[in-house]
């Protein structure tokens, strides 16, 4: 029907890490462009990082960190940024996680993407609540005095829902790390990274549970690989032959 919007076809594709391994080694592709959550410190960006040391190509990719200054959520944003790369040999790969608050309405907004294409499995980097080294003495228990604020990322912020406090949407944990750091609120949710960046006091340890983080690939990253599977598959097909 007119206007109506279609899934990609993922035909002829890669379906084994080896064969994408493969196809990614060729010479073909120039750069792998990563758009990750910034800023430094985020649980995305490690398991993007993660990825790219265990498929072998730390040296043709290249990260891009999008942060938000203003606590909007800028996930949905950097994935509707990558379908516009369309560079030859650059193949775009944006990373969400499986705790992604929006990823249902990323996956049906964006149909022309591929947003769970590649999975990676990281542990947590240590979830915890931070504050500012000074401010420790103000801390009773692990309780926050009431009137401060807690700056979060939206899928974080049930972790201290038993606090009255009033919590400042954050675009990363990350961002809400700096944002503490800043003064602009007096606790945060963030990493243990973050929280070393940012020079923050933990108050209190959620811990590291296991999580999946998503690789997605746009209409342009689709026809990059399958030219170069196809390629590769006819070369394989063609040495076979007596």
């Not at 398991?47 to 203003?70: C, H, N, P, Q």
């Not at 999946?212 to 076979?240: C, D, P, Y």
């Amino acid at each position: 029907m007119e206007n109506l919007l279609s899934f990609l076809d993922m035909s002829g594709l890669p379906e084994t890490d080896k064969d994408l391994v493969r196809c990614l080694e060729q010479s073909d592709v120039k750069e792998v462009r990563m758009f990750v959550l910034g800023p430094e410190g985020t649980n995305i960006n490690q398991a993007a990082r993660i990825w790219a040391r265990s498929m072998g190509i730390v040296g043709k990719t290249r990260y891009r960190l999008f942060a938000s200054e203003d606590g909007t959520d800028p996930v949905l944003s950097y994935a509707m940024k990558a379908r516009e790369v369309t560079e030859s040999g650059v193949l775009v790969i944006f990373w969400t996680c499986a705790v992604y608050f929006r990823l249902n309405e990323l996956f049906f907004t964006l149909p022309d993407t591929a947003p769970l294409f590649i999975s990676q499995s990281m542990d947590l980097d240590s979830m915890r609540l931070c504050v500012k080294p000074r401010d420790l003495p103000q801390v009773t228990d692990g309780r926050i005095p009431e009137g401060w604020r807690v700056a979060s990322h939206p899928s974080p912020t049930p972790l201290v829902g038993q606090f009255s406090n009033e919590v400042v949407a954050s675009g990363s944990n990350a961002s809400a790390a700096r944002s503490c750091a800043k003064g602009e609120v007096e606790a945060c949710i963030t990493t243990e990274s973050a929280q070393r960046i940012y020079n923050l006091a933990d108050i209190h340890i959620f811990g590291s549970p296991p999580m999946i983080f998503f690789g997605g690939i746009t209409a342009s990253g689709v026809k990059i690989l399958r030219e170069l599977f196809t390629k590769m598959s006819n070369k394989l097909s063609q040495s076979r032959r007596p």
